[in-house]
């Protein structure tokens, strides 16, 4: 989880860049930049877990590349969300606190798999809150929590704008000659 926050970090980062020089924020482009940065992958995987995470940390689009049957991913953040630095800290702690949530299921889990094991600590670990501790239990690893269940990906549709049904080419001429009829009978009326 934590790889995502940096992840995340590092995307808006990069978005902010490519805004500032109004490029179209291809995801292909961030990825690239967000792994030259960090010396890690940036995966679509990883960009669906943190819109599973927090939804409306971005906005996405598939746009069908002109002169190709290619899609590509279009990546958004509005102007609010970047207007100043508490807000860019404002979008990492939403993200952070989801994680956090997380990450206190997996120790909960952990402290009553262990009380089954060892009983006598029952007493010990059935008011124990990481909060008030200010840490997690000492034989809990956070980091072992790496992928958490609630986190699956969104399904991001890459398929080309669905299944359009492919027409001949004399149906394609008729249907382009009937709407030509149409509009020069309505210019024709115009004058008229």
């Known amino acids: 989880m934590k790889n995502l926050l940096n992840l995340q970090r590092t995307c808006d980062d990069t978005i902010m860049?490519?805004?500032?020089?109004?490029?179209?924020?291809?995801?292909?482009?961030?990825?690239?930049?967000?792994?030259?940065?960090?010396?890690?992958?940036?995966?679509?995987?990883?960009?669906?877990?943190?819109?599973?995470?927090?939804?409306?940390?971005?906005?996405?689009?598939?746009?069908?590349?002109?002169?190709?049957?290619?899609?590509?991913?279009?990546?958004?953040?509005?102007?609010?969300?970047?207007?100043?630095?508490?807000?860019?800290?404002?979008?990492?702690?939403?993200?952070?606190?989801?994680?956090?949530?997380?990450?206190?299921?997996?120790?909960?889990?952990?402290?009553?798999?262990?009380v089954s094991k060892r009983p006598a600590l029952k007493d010990y670990l059935s008011d124990f809150d990481p909060i008030a501790h200010k840490s997690w239990y000492h034989e809990f690893d956070p980091h072992d929590v790496s992928h958490a269940p609630q986190i699956k990906p969104v399904s991001l549709s890459d398929k080309p704008c669905a299944a359009r049904r492919t027409e001949s080419i004399s149906d394609f001429l008729k249907r382009n000659r009937s709407s030509q009829k149409k509009e020069s009978f309505t210019k024709f009326s115009m004058l008229s």
Request: glycine content about 2%.
């Open 17 to 114: 860049f490519l805004k500032k020089r109004e490029r179209v924020l291809n995801f292909d482009d961030i990825s690239a930049s967000v792994e030259a940065c960090i010396k890690r992958t940036f995966s679509l995987t990883h960009f669906c877990q943190l819109l599973s995470a927090v939804p409306t940390l971005y906005t996405y689009e598939w746009r069908k590349v002109s002169g190709s049957s290619k899609q590509i991913l279009v990546i958004d953040v509005s102007d609010e969300d970047f207007k100043t630095t508490e807000c860019r800290v404002k979008r990492t702690n939403a993200l952070r606190s989801v994680f956090l949530k997380i990450t206190e299921e997996y120790h909960t889990n952990f402290l009553k798999k262990l």
